[in-house]
Structures are given as C-alpha cells and as structure tokens.
C-alpha cells in the first residue's frame, strides 16, 4: 500500500462523482468529448490507485439515469467510449483481480453494450482485490424505488401484506453486497449529490474537490483519503460516546 494512512483509516468503499470533464475541454478550446476520454485514462488510473491503498469497493458515476438529456452527439460518444473501454480494459482489470460490477437500469443500452457489460461481469465474478462499480443509468431514486418494487413483491408472494420496512429494502439495493458507502468525493467544484447513492451515502463522509476529473490524480485521491481519516463517525451518536467506544 503506497498511501501513508493507516489500513484502518482508509475506506473500505469509495464512490466518486467524477465531474468536470467539459470544463476541461472547454479550457483549452476541444470539444466536450475530448474531456470525457481522458476522464477514461483517470478513471482507470484511480481504479489502480485504489487498489493499491486497500480499497475494497469503489464506484464510479459514469452515467446518470438524467445524463440522456446531453446532446446526441455527446450521449452516443459515450456509449462507444464505453463499449471500447470494456472491450479494452476488461482483461487487464482481470489480470489485475478485479471485480468489474454494472449498476443502474441496464434495459435502455444498445444489446451490444449490454453484452460487452455482462461478458466483462462474467470474466471477472471470481476477483476479490476490488469491487470496481460503473453506474451506469444510475440514478438514487431509481435504485430505491426499483429496491422497494423487488422488496414488495417478495412479501406479496409470501403474502404478507404488512408496510415495507428498511430490512426489507436494502438487500434489494445496488451494492447490498459490498462494505457500507465510507467515502463519496465529488470533483469539479459542484457541491451536490446530483441523484447519485442517495440511500448509500445516508452516512457516507462527503468530500469536494475543486479539481476537473481530467486532472485528478492519485495524490488528490490520497488527500481525500487523508481527510476522511481525520473525520469523526458518528452515525447519530454524540462525539463524547463515540470516543468512549475508540
Ligand atoms: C461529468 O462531466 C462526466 C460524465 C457525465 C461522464 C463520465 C464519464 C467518464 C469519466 C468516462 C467513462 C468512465 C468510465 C469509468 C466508464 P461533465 O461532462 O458533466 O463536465 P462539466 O460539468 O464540466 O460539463
């Protein structure tokens, strides 16, 4: 592990709203798809990094239930971006003992995308050195109504007709099987959630950084993990019993 933090204090589950991509193009005149390949190099470069520091899960916003919207031109660039992407980066992910996870409401992809996805997932089920999540049309409040939907009809088959409570829904959720959401960092100067782990980051230690995804490094990734060892979990306690219990 090259970070200098404690394994204790690093998170075990990373999320990363990695915005800021089009600035970044639009900063040095290219078009907005330019921004979004190199995002491509950052995210694998701070899948690697992750890894190294003992992250266990970490998942990356690359596309949003909303992000359809963009322009035609930006969305179908995308979706080749991501189709290359796994065709590339799929068995170097297993070689590196990867995981490779695709959350979020697949339906809406090309079958062709849909196959590269679920080829990659098959390929590397058995990897345990880190959970790599792509969202991908993901979107919080999907997650939690489609979680509630799956979570109703269990108990209707089972004919029980009581009110839904929590332990029902969240093994329903994306990412019910990987370590509780420790850290949710978001680049590109944004202070918002933007529809992301909306259930998942109830507790989650939010960090913001000003850098564009395109810059952002291995050594920011260490500044955010840095930070997130100094906080103070409480999860509703008072800080007085939380450090009775350390
Ligand atoms: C937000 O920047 C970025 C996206 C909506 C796409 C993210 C996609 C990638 C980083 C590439 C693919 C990555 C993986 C892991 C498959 P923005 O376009 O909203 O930037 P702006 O706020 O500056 O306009």
Do not use: C
Request: hydrophobic share 45%; proline share 3%; glycine share 8%.
């Amino acid at each position: 592990m090259s970070s200098s933090a404690p394994a204790s204090l690093v998170p075990q589950h990373v999320a990363i709203i990695m915005d800021g991509n089009g600035r970044w193009a639009k900063q040095r005149s290219l078009p907005r798809v330019a921004g979004h390949k190199v995002g491509m190099e950052r995210a694998r470069d701070i899948t690697e990094a992750a890894g190294q520091r003992g992250v266990k899960s970490l998942t990356l916003f690359a596309f949003s239930s909303e992000n359809w919207q963009r322009p035609f031109e930006e969305v179908s660039y995308l979706m080749d971006l991501f189709v290359t992407g796994l065709e590339r980066e799929a068995k170097s992910l297993h070689k590196n003992g990867v995981r490779l996870r695709v959350i979020g409401d697949r339906s809406r992809f090309a079958e062709k995308l849909q196959n590269r996805m679920a080829e990659a997932e098959a390929l590397t089920a058995g990897n345990t050195a880190l959970t790599l999540n792509i969202a991908a049309n993901y979107g919080g409040r999907w997650d939690i109504i489609n979680a509630s939907n799956l979570a109703l009809a269990g108990k209707r088959a089972a004919g029980d007709s009581s009110a839904l409570q929590e332990a029902d829904v969240t093994p329903h959720l994306a990412l019910a099987d990987q370590p509780p959401l420790d850290l949710l960092i978001r680049t590109g100067g944004e202070i918002r959630i933007s529809n992301f782990l909306l259930w998942q980051a109830a507790y989650a230690e939010l960090f913001f950084s000003s850098v564009l995804w395109p810059d952002f490094s291995a050594a920011e990734l260490d500044a955010a993990i840095a930070d997130y060892g100094q906080r103070q979990r409480r999860f509703g306690k008072t800080g007085e019993q939380v450090a009775e219990t350390n």
